[in-house]
């Protein structure tokens, strides 16, 4: 399929319904994050005890991702959720399930990250050499999400993301598999640098929404890697 953007492309008034519901919410998010009053409970102080998270710790860390889903998300999401109200009656509705559907999905990708982030967490307190190299899991981080934006799997992830035919969920699910590796970059580092979360929601938002938003990819993934490679050299390290 060519990259000609959404199959069925909304008209204005659309866009400009969809834009009016979801640019607030992800506005408002951006201003919560900005303005620290969530806090920003990152995965390390989740899981830095090396114990079961406190459910109420659990539930902050989650609370905070959903303001990132929000904040992140919901824009690229505003091209498909007009295409969808263009073809039903009831777009309120339409919105309201494609914005439970994609927080649900990263919800669950944010849970299974902390699963596996407990078993890195378990390997570097085991392993003395790891332990005194941690910048080295975040290195492994980088260098994975930029191979990932290098693969042609990735392009037609994009693309597929594009497309505003079927239910929310498979929405949800494109969206998922087109920017799982920028969100795992977003995992790491994000949830501590409003800097870097801002940096790849705009990368998603370009790659999901413009209409050559593919050819983004190879250069960031390259730009990846290339920080991954750079970055132990300076003192200051990874912000």
């Known amino acids: ?24 919410l992800a506005a408002a998010a951006w201003v919560m994050l900005a303005s620290g009053t969530v806090g920003h409970a990152s995965h ?9 998270p406190r459910p109420g710790t ?15 998300m919901l824009p690229p999401a505003i091209p498909a959720v007009a295409a969808r109200a263009r073809r039903t009656r009831g777009w309120w509705a339409t919105t ?10 990263w919800t669950g990708f944010a849970v299974a990250m902390l ?15 790891l332990g005194n190299r941690q910048w080295l899991v975040t290195l492994a981080v980088l260098i994975l999400a930029g191979a ?14 594009r497309s505003a035919s079927g239910p929310p969920w498979r929405y949800a699910v494109s969206c998922l598999r087109s920017c799982w590796a920028l969100m795992l970059v977003m995992f790491a580092l994000g949830v501590e640098s409003l800097l870097w979360m801002a940096l790849l929601a705009a990368i998603m938002t370009v790659e ?21 490679v750079i970055a132990p050299l300076h003192a200051g390290g990874l912000p």
Do not use: K, Y
């Open 148 to 161: 990932v934006q290098l693969a042609p799997f990735e392009r037609r992830a994009l693309a597929a993301a």
């Open 96 to 105: 309201g399930a494609v914005v439970a559907a994609t927080c649900a999905v």
């Open 208 to 228: 999901r929404v413009a209409r050559h938003g593919s050819r983004l990819a190879p250069p960031v993934g390259l730009a990846l890697i290339g920080f991954a």
């Open 1 to 24: 399929m060519p990259e000609m953007g959404l199959v069925a492309r909304p008209g204005p008034g659309r866009t400009i319904q969809a834009a009016a519901a979801l640019g607030p």
């Open 58 to 72: 659990l539930l902050a860390f989650l609370g905070n991702w959903q303001l990132m889903v929000v904040a992140t």
């Open 44 to 52: 390390d102080v989740v899981l830095g005890s090396g114990q079961l």
């Open 115 to 129: 699963a596996g982030d407990s078993m890195v967490h378990r390997l570097v307190a085991a392993w003395p050499w």
